[in-house]
C-alpha cells in the first residue's frame, strides 16, 4: 500500500483517497514574470512522477497546476519594461509551457490563472468577512488569525514565538501584526479589480484556496508545493479555507525540498542562478529529470557539476544497454526470455515497494541499476542473434520503458539519444565527431594490417582525448568516456 509523508503530521500516512479510486491535486505554480530557473522545476518533475506513480496503482488522477498571473513583482517587472502585467503574464506562461514540453512533462488537466478567478476570490473574502474571520480596513481586508484557533499547525509554528521572532512592520491596519492580506486595495496606476471594499486586488494566499474550492471543491487529497511554502503561503491557505468551509482542506501535504549549487542555495544575489531555458541549452532534459529524480524528493538535492557528471555517466549506463538491447530487436520478437523475465519481474517489486514508501526513487533506480548489471552480464554486442538473447533484450527493454514511463525518462530512442549525448559532451570538450571518426578509422586500417604498434598507439591517442573505443566482430565503436 503506498504511504506518503505528509508534512502536517510529519509522518508517513498509508494513502486512502477521500473518493475512492480518485486523487484530486493541486500543486503551488510560478509567479509568472521571467524565465524560471531550474529550482522551479523541481516540484513539476516530482509531482508529474507521483501523478503518473497513482496513476500507474489505478487512481484517477485529476492534477492542477496554477499559474500566479497578477503580483507585485509582475506589475513592477512589467512597468519597468513598458509593458502591461497581462501581456508579461501570458509572454512567460508560454515560455514556462515551453521549458515544460521540452522537460517531456506530461500537461497538468488544469492550468488555472488568478486573472480567471476574481469572483471566487472575492466570494470567498466575502465568506470570511461575514464569518468575522476577516476585516476591512482602509480598502485592504485582512484576515484575522485569532479566530483560527488551529493557525500553525502545518509549519509547527507558535504565533506568540511568531510574533516574539518577527521583524513586523508596525502597520495601525492592522488589529494583530501577523493577520495577512486577502484582498489589497489599489495604488495609484496600478493594475485593479472592482469589490465591495473598493478596487484592489487579491492577497496571494487566497488565490490558491480560491481557485482549488472552484475546481474541486471543499477538499482535496494531495496539496504540493516547494518546502519555502510551507509558511507562510501553505499555513495561510489552511486558514482561510477551513476558516470558510468548516472543512479539513488538504488530506496530504506533500513539499519537495530545495536545491543547492555546490552546497549553496541558489539565490541571485549569490550570482548562481541558472534559468531552465539555459540549463536545456546547454545539457539534456533527460539529465535534469535524472538529477531531480535518482534523489529523494525530500531531501537537499545538490546542483553542480558533479551531480551533472553523475546523472550523464547513470543515462549513458542505462541508455547503452538500452541501444544494445534495441539492436537485437525486431518486430517479431514478441516473447520474453522466461528466466530475464523472471529477473525484471522481481525487480519490478522491489521498485514498487520503494515507490509505495513515500515515493522513494533511489531505491527504484538501485532496483533498475540491477537489471542493467544482470543484462550487461548476459548479452554483449556482437553475440550471435538466437530467440535466447533477443528474448532477454525484448524483457530489458519493456523493463526500462515501463520504468521510464512513470519518471517521464528513458523514452528517447536509446542509439539516437547516445549520439546527442556524446554530441553535447565533444562540444564541452571541442572535439569534433568527424576528427575522433578519423582516428578509429586510422586505427581500425592498422588493425586490419596487422600493424599493432601503430594500432596501440592510435588507441592511447583516442583514449588521451577522453574517448573509449570497444571492438566487435562488426567492428569498431567508439564513445566519450563517462
Known amino acids: 500500500m503506498l504511504k506518503i509523508h505528509n508534512s502536517q503530521s510529519k509522518q508517513l500516512e498509508d494513502f486512502t483517497p477521500l473518493t475512492p479510486g480518485q486523487v484530486k491535486m493541486y500543486v503551488c505554480g510560478p509567479t509568472v514574470y521571467n524565465?524560471?530557473?531550474?529550482?522551479?522545476?523541481?516540484?513539476?518533475?516530482?509531482?508529474?512522477?507521483?501523478?503518473?506513480?497513482?496513476?500507474?496503482?489505478?487512481?484517477?488522477?485529476?492534477?492542477?497546476?496554477?499559474?500566479?498571473?497578477?503580483?507585485?513583482?509582475?506589475?513592477?517587472?512589467?512597468?519597468?519594461?513598458g509593458m502591461t502585467p497581462t501581456e508579461l503574464s501570458e509572454k512567460y506562461i508560454?515560455?514556462?509551457?515551453?521549458?515544460?514540453?521540452?522537460l517531456g512533462l506530461r500537461p497538468h488537466d488544469m492550468n488555472p490563472k488568478v486573472t480567471e478567478h476574481m469572483d471566487d476570490i472575492r466570494s470567498m473574502v466575502e465568506n470570511l468577512v461575514s464569518q468575522k474571520k476577516a476585516y476591512e480596513a482602509q480598502g485592504d481586508v485582512l484576515y484575522s488569525i485569532e479566530s483560527f484557533k488551529d493557525y500553525g499547525k502545518l509549519s509547527g509554528r507558535n504565533t506568540d514565538d511568531l510574533l516574539a521572532g518577527?521583524?513586523?512592520?508596525?502597520?495601525?491596519?492592522?488589529?494583530?501584526?501577523?493577520?495577512?492580506?486577502?484582498?489589497?486595495?489599489?495604488?495609484?496606476?496600478?493594475?485593479?479589480?472592482?469589490?465591495?471594499?473598493?478596487?484592489?486586488?487579491?492577497?496571494?494566499?487566497?488565490?490558491?484556496?480560491?481557485?482549488?474550492?472552484?475546481?474541486?471543491?471543499?477538499?482535496?487529497?494531495?496539496?504540493?508545493?516547494?518546502?519555502?511554502?510551507?509558511?507562510?503561503?501553505h499555513e495561510n491557505e489552511i486558514a482561510q479555507s477551513e476558516?470558510?468551509?468548516?472543512?479539513?482542506?488538504?488530506?496530504?501535504?506533500?513539499?519537495?525540498?530545495?536545491?543547492?549549487?555546490?552546497?549553496?542555495?541558489?539565490?541571485?544575489?549569490?550570482?548562481?542562478?541558472?534559468?531552465?531555458?539555459?540549463?536545456?541549452?546547454?545539457?539534456n532534459a533527460e539529465i535534469y529529470k535524472w538529477?531531480?529524480?535518482?534523489?529523494?524528493?525530500?531531501?537537499?538535492?545538490?546542483?553542480?557539476?558533479?551531480?551533472?557528471?553523475?546523472?550523464?555517466?547513470?543515462?549513458?549506463?542505462?541508455?547503452?544497454?538500452?541501444?544494445?538491447?534495441e539492436s537485437y530487436l525486431t518486430p517479431e520478437v514478441t516473447q520474453e526470455d522466461a528466466a530475464f523475465a523472471k529477473i525484471t519481474q522481481d525487480a519490478w517489486k522491489k521498485v514498487e515497494e520503494a515507490m509505495n514508501h513515500d515515493f522513494g526513487t533511489p531505491d527504484a533506480f538501485a532496483a533498475m541499476f540491477e537489471v542493467v548489471r544482470q543484462f550487461n552480464a548476459q548479452v554483449r554486442r556482437g553475440m550471435k542473434v538466437n530467440p535466447a538473447i533477443q528474448g532477454k533484450a525484448?524483457?530489458?527493454?519493456?523493463?526500462?520503458?515501463k520504468m521510464g514511463s512513470t519518471m517521464s525518462l528513458f523514452q528517447e530512442p536509446a542509439h539516437a539519444f547516445l549520439i546527442k549525448l556524446d554530441d553535447m559532451l565533444l562540444k564541452k570538450m571541442n572535439l569534433e565527431r568527424s576528427a575522433v571518426d578519423t582516428l578509429v578509422a586510422e586505427r581500425g586500417e592498422a588493425r586490419a594490417a596487422k600493424d599493432f604498434a601503430k594500432s596501440d598507439e592510435l588507441r592511447a591517442k583516442i583514449t588521451a582525448l577522453g574517448i573509449s573505443v570497444s571492438d566487435t566482430p562488426e567492428g569498431s565503436f567508439w564513445e566519450v568516456t563517462k
Open 394 to 401: 525484448l524483457a530489458f527493454h519493456n523493463f526500462v520503458r
Open 166 to 233: 518577527a521583524r513586523v512592520e508596525v502597520d495601525e491596519k492592522k488589529r494583530n501584526p501577523m493577520d495577512f492580506a486577502l484582498w489589497k486595495a489599489a495604488k495609484p496606476g496600478e493594475v485593479s479589480w472592482p469589490s465591495p471594499w473598493g478596487p484592489g486586488r487579491p492577497g496571494w494566499h487566497i488565490e490558491c484556496s480560491a481557485m482549488i474550492k472552484n475546481l474541486f471543491g471543499d477538499q482535496i487529497d494531495i496539496h504540493g508545493g516547494g518546502m519555502d511554502l510551507i509558511f507562510p503561503h
Open 35 to 81: 524565465f524560471l530557473h531550474v529550482g522551479n522545476f523541481r516540484g513539476p518533475v516530482v509531482f508529474n512522477m507521483v501523478r503518473n506513480w497513482l496513476e500507474n496503482l489505478g487512481y484517477k488522477v485529476t492534477y492542477a497546476l496554477n499559474f500566479t498571473d497578477v503580483d507585485d513583482k509582475i506589475i513592477n517587472r512589467a512597468n519597468e519594461l
Open 243 to 283: 476558516g470558510c468551509t468548516g472543512k479539513a482542506f488538504v488530506k496530504y501535504w506533500m513539499h519537495n525540498n530545495m536545491l543547492n549549487f555546490g552546497g549553496q542555495k541558489m539565490s541571485k544575489s549569490l550570482g548562481n542562478i541558472v534559468t531552465m531555458r539555459e540549463f536545456l541549452e546547454m545539457y
Open 94 to 102: 508560454a515560455e514556462y509551457k515551453k521549458d515544460f514540453a521540452m
Open 291 to 325: 538529477m531531480i529524480l535518482s534523489a529523494h524528493y525530500r531531501t537537499l538535492s545538490d546542483f553542480g557539476d558533479e551531480a551533472v557528471e553523475r546523472a550523464v555517466g547513470g543515462l549513458s549506463r542505462v541508455y547503452s544497454a538500452l541501444s544494445m538491447a
